[in-house]
Antibody, heavy 115, light 111 residues
Framework: EVQLVESGGGLVQPGGSRRLSCAASGFTFSSYWMSWVRQAPGKGLEWVAN????????NYVDSVKGRFTISRDNAKNSLYLQMNSLRAEDTAVYYCARDSRGYLWGQGTRVTVSS | QSVLTQPPSVSGAPGQRVTISCTGS?????????VHWYQQLPGTAPKLLIYDNSNRPSGVPDRFSGSKSGTSASLAITGLQAEDEADYYC???????????FGGGTKLTVL
C-alpha cells in the first residue's frame, strides 16, 4: 500500500524557517517525481514545488522561489521542503504527493506562520 | 484567481446527475495536457478520482466519469449519494507557468 507521511509542521514566527519531511513507503520512491501541494485555511489547493525522481530538476511556484527548497533522499525514501523567510501567507496544510498520472496524497502537516 | 476555472458550487438531489466544469486555456488544457480530478471530503486529504482525463483508479465507482474537449474538461457524477458531498478540484499542467495548476474547487451539495 502506498503511504506518504508528512511531519515537521507547527507554529513558526514570520521570517522564520521550517523543514518539512515526507516518509514514503509501498512503492519504488526513486522512480517517481514528487511534489508539495499546500492548502491555506478555507482555500483551494496550490502546487508549491516538485522534484524529478533523481533530484536533478526542481520547479517552484513563483511565490516561493528563492525561499523554499525541495529535496529528496532516495536512500531514505524521503522528501523534504526547506522553508525560509516564512510569511503569514505561507500558513497552510502542506501535502506531500506522488506525481504519476495524478497525485497520490499524504495526510498533510499544518504550518502556521504567526507571531 | 485560479488558472483553471471551476464553478464555486453545484448541487443536486440524491439519484440525480451533476457535472462540474473546468475551463482552461491554450497553455494548459488546450495544449493537450492531461486533466486530473480530486475529491476532498471535509477535514481530509484530497483523493484521486479521475486521472488522465477519463480514467478511474481502482476502487472509484463508475458513477464518476471525466471528459476533456478543447480548453475544457468536465467531471460527471451520476446517481448522486449523500457521501458524494465534498469539494472537487481539477488539475493540469501549464506551460507558460512551467508548473502544475489547480482549479479553485467546486463544493458539491447533495440536497
Amino acid at each position: 500500500e502506498v503511504q506518504l507521511v508528512e511531519s515537521g509542521g507547527g507554529l513558526v514566527q514570520p521570517g522564520g524557517s521550517r523543514r518539512l519531511s515526507c516518509a514514503a513507503s509501498g512503492f519504488t520512491f526513486s522512480s517517481y517525481w514528487m511534489s508539495w501541494v499546500r492548502q491555506a485555511p478555507g482555500k483551494g489547493l496550490e502546487w508549491v514545488a516538485n522534484i524529478k525522481h533523481d533530484g536533478s530538476e526542481q520547479n517552484y511556484v513563483d511565490s516561493v522561489k528563492g525561499r523554499f527548497t525541495i529535496s529528496r533522499d532516495n536512500a531514505k525514501n524521503s522528501l523534504y521542503l526547506q522553508m525560509n523567510s516564512l510569511r503569514a501567507e505561507d500558513t497552510a496544510v502542506y501535502y506531500c504527493a506522488r506525481d504519476s498520472r495524478g497525485y497520490l496524497w499524504g495526510q498533510g502537516t499544518r504550518v502556521t506562520v504567526s507571531s | 484567481q485560479s488558472v483553471l476555472t471551476q464553478p464555486p458550487s453545484v448541487s443536486g438531489a440524491p439519484g440525480q446527475r451533476v457535472t462540474i466544469s473546468c475551463t482552461g486555456s491554450s497553455s494548459n488544457i488546450g495544449a493537450d495536457y492531461d486533466v486530473h480530478w480530486y475529491q476532498q471530503l471535509p477535514g481530509t486529504a484530497p483523493k484521486l478520482l479521475i486521472y488522465d482525463n477519463s480514467n478511474r483508479p481502482s476502487g472509484v465507482p463508475d458513477r464518476f466519469s471525466g471528459s476533456k474537449s478543447g480548453t475544457s474538461a468536465s467531471l460527471a457524477i451520476t446517481g448522486l449519494q449523500a457521501e458524494d458531498e465534498a469539494d472537487y478540484y481539477c488539475q493540469s499542467y501549464d506551460s507558460s507557468l512551467s508548473g502544475k495548476v489547480f482549479g479553485g474547487g467546486t463544493k458539491l451539495t447533495v440536497l
